[in-house]
T-cell receptor, first 115, second 112 residues
Framework: NAGVMQNPRHLVRRRGQEARLRCSPM?????VYWYRQLPEEGLKFMVY????????ESGMPKERFSAEFPKEGPSILRIQQVVRGDSAAYFC?????????????FGSGTQLSVL | KQEVTQIPAALSVPEGENLVLNCSFT??????LQWFRQDPGKGLTSLLL?????REQTSGRLNASLDKSSGRSTLYIAASQPGDSATYLC???????????FGGGTRVLVKP
């Protein structure tokens, strides 16, 4: 049973481009969470999704950021018109049930660098 | 608003010494608390999960205690080894919530 898979591991974008970060949860997990770790800061919650539904997006910036978790395929975190301040490590986690009852399993993250 | 603090921010000990890592949180209405390990350039590995009704959890050389009323948790690592060098993070989930609130982490170095 493969762990949470994130790709790419490293992503370089110029200001104004789009960034797409992918996350495949562990097999059998239908709950996905995205967290961001800014340089010298702690991990911050962004969004929580279940298959085809956004449950909680209270941590996600209102503009330029969006997330989806389609019925088939990985969860996608999309950042439009990236700016230097978006440079960070983006982590995805998954669980079989809601996080209140379960350990979260994290991927290795995507390091986004905006030039 | 829940705030999670970890002290110290960094810790260096000789191999064999026991490690004591502290975590405090401001809102005692938590559902559970988790301790994670993060290695440089890698994701997080969940070490222990303590439900709010529990006082402690143990796994091998690791033991985590939880005092919900005082808003504190402590992670003990017995007989430290160089392979224990990593950043240790604690995180809490509020009752009826699904998002973890993380502390800033304690960076541990175990010297051979």
């Amino acid at each position: 049973n493969a762990g949470v898979m994130q790709n790419p591991r490293h992503l370089v974008r110029r200001r104004g481009q789009e960034a797409r970060l992918r996350c495949s949860p562990m097999k059998g997990h239908s709950h996905v969470y995205w967290y961001r770790q800014l340089p010298e800061e702690g991990l911050k919650f962004m969004v929580y999704l279940q298959k085809e539904n956004i449950i909680d997006e209270s941590g996600m910036p209102k503009e330029r950021f969006s997330a989806e978790f389609p019925k088939e395929g990985p969860s996608i975190l999309r950042i439009q018109q990236v700016v230097r301040g978006d440079s960070a490590a983006y982590f995805c986690a998954s669980s079989p049930q809601a996080a209140t009852n379960e350990k979260l399993f994290f991927g290795s993250g995507t390091q986004l660098s905006v030039l | 608003k829940q705030e999670v603090t970890q002290i110290p921010a960094a810790l260096s000990v000789p191999e064999g010494e026991n490690l004591v890592l502290n975590c405090s949180f401001t809102d005692s209405a938590i559902y559970n608390l988790q301790w994670f390990r993060q290695d440089p350039g890698k994701g997080l590995t969940s070490l222990l999960l303590i439900q709010s009704s529990q006082r402690e959890q143990t796994s091998g050389r690791l033991n985590a205690s939880l005092d919900k009323s005082s808003g504190r948790s402590t992670l003990y690592i017995a007989a430290s080894q160089p392979g224990d060098s990593a950043t240790y993070l604690c995180a809490v989930i509020r009752a009826a919530g699904n998002k973890l609130t993380f502390g800033g982490g304690t960076r541990v170095l175990v010297k051979p």
